[in-house]
């Protein structure tokens, strides 16, 4: 079975620039995540989709982040303008179901100069 | 409110056993987790325990749980090199959005 894939697997930009991360969860997962781990860090759930609907957002800095999930399959991630404190390690999960353990992808590295 | 404590650092000899030790806060969390991650990887579920559950052995793996004090642990057998890695425990919050909540991580090295 694949596992949960993510790309680009890093990335350097300038600060206000714009940046987009791509997630392919486990086939058949109705629950994809993403977190944002800083370095020394756990990590911090940023968006929860079930299917193609948002269940969880509180911690998404909406001003600047957004994501998506369309057709319930594939999601993006997009931070713009981003800022240095958004360096961090995206990191995407997926699970069968909102109770069902999660998976974790390798991760997208962004660095912000 | 909702926190996940972890202590940052432990080094074992190879062979010897490591106990990772991990306290949190929602007393109502079904599901208790341990994953690892090795540098530039991400996360690797190891094991996990539901919560009327005390105990639970996988191979080299035990974890506890004493819901009383809300304290989980891992303990590795017979650790080995390859068991160097960030090792995180995460609680699942059931206010229906089940998100986990994570600890900050406890650094395990294996001295040879």
């Known amino acids: 079975e694949a596992g949960v894939a993510q790309s680009p697997r890093y990335k350097i930009i300038e600060k206000r620039q714009s940046v987009a991360f791509w997630c392919n969860p486990i086939?058949?997962?109705?629950?994809l995540y993403w977190y944002q781990q800083i370095l020394g860090q756990g990590p911090k759930l940023l968006i929860q989709?079930?299917?193609?609907?948002?269940?969880?957002d509180s911690q998404l800095p909406k001003d600047r982040f957004s994501a998506e999930r369309l057709k319930g399959v594939d999601s993006t991630l997009k931070i713009q303008p981003a800022k240095l404190e958004d360096s961090a390690v995206y990191l995407c999960?997926?699970?069968?179901?909102?109770?069902?353990?999660?998976?974790f992808g390798p991760g997208t590295r962004l660095t912000v100069t | 409110g909702e926190d996940v404590e972890q202590s940052l650092f432990l080094s074992v000899r190879e062979g010897d056993s490591s106990v990772i030790n991990c306290t949190y806060t929602?007393?109502?969390?079904?599901?208790l987790y341990w994953y690892k991650q090795e540098p530039g990887a991400g996360l690797q579920l190891l094991t996990y325990?539901?919560?009327?559950?005390d105990m639970k052995q996988d191979q080299r793996l035990t974890v506890l749980l004493n819901k009383k004090d809300k304290h989980l642990s891992l303990r590795i057998a017979d650790t080995q090199t390859g068991d160097s890695a960030i090792y995180f425990c995460?609680?699942?919050?059931?206010?229906?959005?089940?998100?986990?909540?994570f600890g900050t991580g406890t650094r395990l090295k294996v001295l040879a």
């Open positions: 995460a609680e699942t919050c059931t206010s229906g959005t089940y998100k986990y909540i």
């Open positions: 989709f079930q299917n193609n609907g948002v269940v969880d």
């Open positions: 086939s058949g997962h109705a629950t």
């Open positions: 929602d007393s109502s969390s079904t599901y």
């Open positions: 999960a997926s699970s069968m179901d909102r109770a069902y353990e999660q998976y």
């Open positions: 325990i539901f919560s009327n559950m």
